[in-house]
């Protein structure tokens, strides 16, 4: 009997609760409701909820938590139309589907959240129509900033025609030419080199290269890097050597399948310019009978979520992504606010991460794989 009358009591004030949050979120809650729940002034509550320092911590703590208790919610609408802004940034990508660009988005998101910013990603797959639009979104106003990863801009638009102290845009991970917008870098140049190194220190003297897009200077850079190494240990580099791919699996798998076709003694090594392209090598190179690493040892660039995961898992050259997007966020935020006015690089760090992907090549192995 006691039970079941405490069961009903838990019962009525469960519901009791139910009816106060519902008739809570029934009404607009105002800021001036918090401030005449609390006795203070609209004013206060006002400064307490924006984190002004005019306020102390005592009073922002006691108000979010009365906030949070009437289930307060800010009229955006309201806001953004008073201080002019769309509160959203744009992050822009070249290929949505490759899970490198995701990992950075929530590294974007994450100090874009606590600045009161919502991040929209946009889309491009190379479609010239579709780079426009989002220029377009950031100078009609529909967005406050954007984070660019396409390693292209548009031919001709009016914010380019802006001084870059007036352009909110920070290019992320990509060199474009004669572009002075601030970015967040890698030394790609270098990190190809070291992808490279680590293939000849296993003894690998016919390494080729499996680039990326054509004349885009992040591509470029890597081959450059892939060859400098080359050079160095006084190694064959040759056009036979290298073919060009477009950062997805199938461009991977094509030019695995040219390389390997038309070569008449197959190379020990490949430096694949990303880890996408890798993944598709690994899977052509095990349709046509040969094995990675006991036959071909094969390195990547990016070290995305499951590089290590792959079988065999991927010796890769590793990016800080969400360092990196929180970093492109916070060079945003710098930017939009007025604090940088001139362009200016930030270089983040890279290291190899060595994996089962790679071997050493013994003496026995002749330095290569004969094409029977």
């Known amino acids: 009997m ?4 405490r069961l009903e009591v838990k019962l009525e004030s469960n519901v009791l609760d139910n009816v106060e949050w519902y008739i809570l979120m029934s009404k607009n809650i ?12 609209t004013a206060t509550v006002s400064r307490a909820l924006s984190g002004s320092d005019r306020v102390t911590q005592a009073t922002k703590d006691k108000v979010k938590q009365e906030a949070d208790r009437l289930h307060y919610r800010p009229n955006l609408a309201a806001r953004n139309l008073r201080i002019q802004k769309s509160m959203a940034i744009l ?7 490759n899970p490198f660009y995701l990992e950075v988005f929530k590294g974007v998101e994450g100090i874009a959240r606590r600045a009161g910013y919502s991040v929209l990603m946009g889309n491009t797959e190379g479609d010239v129509e579709r780079e426009n639009e989002y220029f377009n979104m950031l100078a009609d106003g529909h967005v406050d900033g954007m984070i660019l990863m396409t390693g292209k801009l548009p031919a001709k638009h009016k914010l380019l025609e802006m001084p870059a102290s007036e352009t909110s845009i920070v290019i992320a991970l990509e060199k474009i030419k004669d572009c002075n917008l601030r970015r967040v870098i890698i030394d790609n140049e270098a990190a190809a080199e070291v992808a490279t190194q680590h293939l ?10 499996i680039a990326g897009p054509e004349h885009e200077p992040m591509s470029m850079l890597r081959t450059k890097g892939y060859r400098n190494a080359l050079k160095a240990a006084k190694l064959l580099s040759t056009e036979k050597l290298e073919y ?3 950062y997805s699996l199938e461009s991977g798998k094509a030019a695995c399948h040219k390389l390997f076709s038309n070569a008449q003694d197959y190379p020990t090594a490949l430096f694949v310019a990303n880890d996408e392209m890798a993944f598709g090598v690994i899977n052509e190179l095990r ?4 094995d990675v690493p006991q036959d071909v040892s094969v390195v990547g660039f990016d070290n995305l979520s499951f590089s290590g995961s792959f079988y065999p898992p991927l010796t890769t050259i590793s990016q800080p992504r969400i360092d990196i997007g929180k970093q492109a966020m916070h060079m945003l935020l710098n930017v939009m606010n007025g604090k940088i006015d001139t362009a200016v690089d930030m270089r983040m760090p890279t290291n190899l991460k060595i994996r089962s992907s790679t071997r050493q090549l013994n003496i026995s192995d002749n330095s290569e794989v004969k094409n029977d």
């Open 91 to 97: 992050l822009v990508v070249r290929d949505m589907s």
């Open 30 to 41: 105002k800021i001036s409701d918090i401030a005449k729940s609390l006795g203070i002034s």
């Open 200 to 209: 000849i220190d296993l003894g690998h003297k016919k390494i080729a290269h």
């Open 244 to 246: 060009i791919g477009d």
């Open 287 to 290: 349709k046509i009978g040969l």
């Open 2 to 5: 006691a039970v079941a009358k």
